[in-house]
């Protein structure tokens, strides 16, 4: 069961990716943290179907793909957000797949299939990614004027607007982080067969750094 929900959720990343590209017949999508984080779930799971992957790592692909389903449904879908995008391509598949499909799958995926423990610190440590990102959103919009998602845009929000909104978020994800990492914990403590998934944790990750 473990290798076929990871296999579906890279089939599910990849083939959303693969819509997309022949729906926009543009490579600039990958600027978008949308394909950016699933293209780490697809690799992240496809090299688990195969070998141990520590658990810390499938944590942070998990957190980063409900980081795109969370946003995009909370802010980016919804008409009563500030940063609602109107989008033409709401309905299509890639947009379901990346969106919708990707993200509950690696969460299901994390939370009923792997449930590996992870240290509660690396909710932190898998930060330094969305951070990343948006130092490189911020320093490609000085050259080209122009920025993936509203919440990141400096000519509209300017950035003490931008730096606000970044902070949230920031806040945010870490608490997604935990959430995860705390949902985890405690479907282990209450099924049954928690203890097995644990032990096979500490065979893939034996320096103990969960």
């Known amino acids: 069961m473990t290798v076929v929900f990871r296999a579906l959720t890279a089939l599910s990343a990849v083939a959303g990716i693969v819509a997309l590209l022949l729906y926009t017949h543009d490579g ?35 957190l980063f793909s409900c980081i ?11 008409p009563s957000s500030p940063f609602f ?6 309905n299509t598949v890639h947009n379901l797949l990346l969106h919708t499909v990707t993200p509950l799958l690696a969460a299901v995926t994390w939370l009923l299939v792997d449930r590996a ?8 440590v898998w930060l330094g990614y969305p951070l990343a990102y948006l130092v490189f959103a911020l320093i490609r919009g ?10 990141l845009d400096v000519d509209e929000l300017g950035y003490g607007g931008v ?8 806040v945010a994800f870490f608490l997604l982080g935990l959430l995860l990492i705390g ?3 405690l479907v282990r403590r209450f099924l049954p ?18």
């Open 142 to 151: 000085l050259f080209v004027h122009e920025y993936p998602y509203p919440f």
């Open 68 to 78: 795109t389903g969370s946003v995009y449904h909370t802010l980016l879908a919804n």
């Open 85 to 90: 995008m109107a989008d033409n391509g709401r």
């Open 117 to 124: 423990p992870v240290r509660w610190w690396y909710a932190g």
């Open 163 to 170: 730096t606000i909104t970044s902070l949230g978020f920031t």
């Open 193 to 210: 067969w928690a203890e097995v998934s644990d032990q096979h944790a500490r065979v893939e990750d034996p320096a103990g750094v969960q």
């Open 28 to 62: 600039t999508v990958f600027v978008y943290f949308t394909v950016q984080s699933s293209v780490i779930i697809a690799a992240v799971c496809a090299l688990a179907t195969a070998r141990p992957v520590p658990a810390w790592v499938r944590g942070g692909a998990t």
């Open 183 to 185: 949902l985890g914990a």
